[in-house]
C-alpha cells in the first residue's frame, strides 16, 4: 500500500547544481502536485498538473520546472539550485472527483549550500 | 490576495486539557475549508472539510471544527486532548477557482505533555 513516494528522501546541493525529485503514486489519481513548506509559511504550491502531459504554475514556480510524462509520476526540477531553494519539499496527488482530499508523500528535505 | 491565517504557531497542553486553534481565512463567496494533520513521521492527511450545511463538522479522533461566516473563522477545537494528537496542524481552503490550489495556513505545533 505505497501511496505516494518520494525520492530522494534528502539531498544536499551546491549553488548551481541541479537535481530532479521524483514523484510516484498508484492510486491512479489524476491530479498531482508539488508544495514546499518552509518554517512559519506553511505549504505553498510550486506547480500542479491536472492529467498527463499537462502542467500549471502555482504560487511559487519561479527557479523549477515539472514534467508529467505519465499519470503516475510527477517530476520536479532544480535546473540551477539556490540557497533559497532549501525547504521541504512535499508531493500530493488527488481524485479529480475528490480533489481537496490530497495524499501527501512523506517529503523531501533538500538544502543548497 | 487570498489568505488563510494561523494566528498559533506553538500551541503546548497537557492532557485532558481542551484545544481550539484559530483559523481565519481573508475571502467571501463560497467557501470551502479544510483541517489537515501532520503526526510525528507521517504523510500530511485530511482531519476534516467543510463545504456547506451544518457549521459544526466532525473529523477523525474526536476533533471537531466550527465554520463560522461573520468571523470569517474556522477554528479546530478538542474537547480533551491525548498525547497521541501531539502533531502539526495546518488548516486550508482553496481560492476561487478550484481546488487544485489549497492554500495551507503557516500550521499550528502542538504538544501535548502526559
Known amino acids: 500500500n505505497a501511496g505516494v513516494t518520494q525520492t530522494p528522501k534528502f539531498r544536499v546541493l551546491k549553488t548551481g547544481q541541479s537535481m530532479t525529485l521524483l514523484c510516484a503514486q498508484d492510486?491512479?489519481?489524476?491530479?498531482m502536485y508539488w508544495y514546499r513548506q518552509d518554517p512559519g509559511m506553511g505549504l505553498r504550491l510550486i506547480h500542479y498538473?491536472?492529467?498527463?502531459?499537462?502542467?500549471a504554475k502555482g504560487e511559487v514556480p519561479d527557479g523549477y520546472n515539472v514534467s508529467r510524462l505519465k499519470k503516475q509520476n510527477f517530476l520536479l526540477g532544480l535546473e540551477s539550485a539556490a540557497p533559497s531553494q532549501t525547504s521541504v519539499y512535499f508531493c500530493?496527488?488527488?481524485?479529480?472527483?475528490?480533489?481537496?482530499?490530497?495524499?501527501f508523500g512523506s517529503g523531501t528535505q533538500l538544502s543548497v549550500l | 490576495a487570498q489568505s488563510v491565517s494561523q494566528h498559533n504557531h506553538h500551541v503546548i497542553l497537557s492532557e485532558a486539557a481542551s484545544l481550539e486553534l484559530g483559523c481565519n481565512y481573508s475571502?467571501?463567496?463560497?467557501?470551502?475549508l479544510f483541517w489537515y494533520v501532520q503526526y510525528p513521521g507521517q504523510h500530511l492527511q485530511l482531519l476534516l472539510k467543510?463545504?456547506?450545511?451544518?457549521?459544526l463538522v466532525k473529523g477523525i479522533k474526536g476533533f471537531e471544527a466550527e465554520f463560522i461566516k461573520s468571523k470569517f473563522s474556522f477554528n479546530l477545537r478538542k474537547p480533551s486532548v491525548q498525547w497521541s494528537d501531539t502533531a502539526e496542524y495546518f488548516c486550508?481552503?482553496?481560492?476561487?477557482?478550484?481546488?487544485?490550489?489549497?492554500?495551507f495556513g503557516a500550521g499550528t505545533r502542538l504538544a501535548v505533555h502526559p
Open positions: 492510486m491512479n489519481h489524476e491530479y
Open positions: 486550508a481552503a482553496p481560492p476561487s477557482g478550484g481546488y487544485n490550489k489549497l492554500i
Open positions: 500530493a496527488s488527488s481524485m479529480r472527483t475528490e480533489n481537496e482530499k490530497l495524499f
Open positions: 467543510y463545504f456547506s450545511g451544518d457549521p
Open positions: 475571502y467571501g463567496g463560497t467557501v470551502n
Open positions: 498538473s491536472v492529467g498527463e502531459g499537462t502542467t
